[in-house]
């Protein structure tokens, strides 16, 4: 069983940078690539980026070259770098287990992180 814990939210002006968390337990990493989605009301969730077991990334064309998605084995963490942010990646963001670089959600849905981008 695969729980996920998403962090580092926060309010902040356009412009400005948020580095999110996620925090692993279970057999993720081992099993799954990992993505980063985000939902805002009124709207479908949709994959902002995912990062594959061997280390391959892919980005919503929205978020290249501003969005960054890492990992650390070690601390069970998966991470994402939010530089030069946009009233419109307000958002709940959340991570999940994902099949493969195409990002397809495996595991339930936790409660996310908020982002809120505004002036």
């Known amino acids: 069983q695969v729980q996920l814990v998403e962090s580092g939210g926060g309010v902040v002006q356009p412009g400005e940078s948020l580095r999110l968390s996620c925090a692993a337990s279970?057999?993720?990493?081992?099993?799954?690539?990992t993505g980063w989605y985000r939902q805002t009301p009124g709207k479908q969730r949709e994959l902002v980026a995912v990062?594959?077991?061997?280390?391959?990334?892919n980005y919503a064309d929205s978020v290249k070259g501003r969005f960054t998605i890492s990992r650390d084995n070690a601390k069970n963490t998966v991470y994402l770098q939010m530089n030069s942010l946009k009233p419109e990646d307000t958002a709940v963001y959340y991570c999940?287990?994902?099949?493969?670089?195409?990002?397809?959600?495996?595991?339930?849905w936790g409660q996310g992180t908020q982002v809120t981008v505004s002036s």
């Open positions: 999940n287990a994902a099949l493969g670089i195409g990002g397809t959600p495996v595991g339930s």
């Open positions: 279970g057999s993720m990493f081992s099993s799954y690539a």
């Open positions: 990062i594959t077991r061997g280390g391959r990334t």
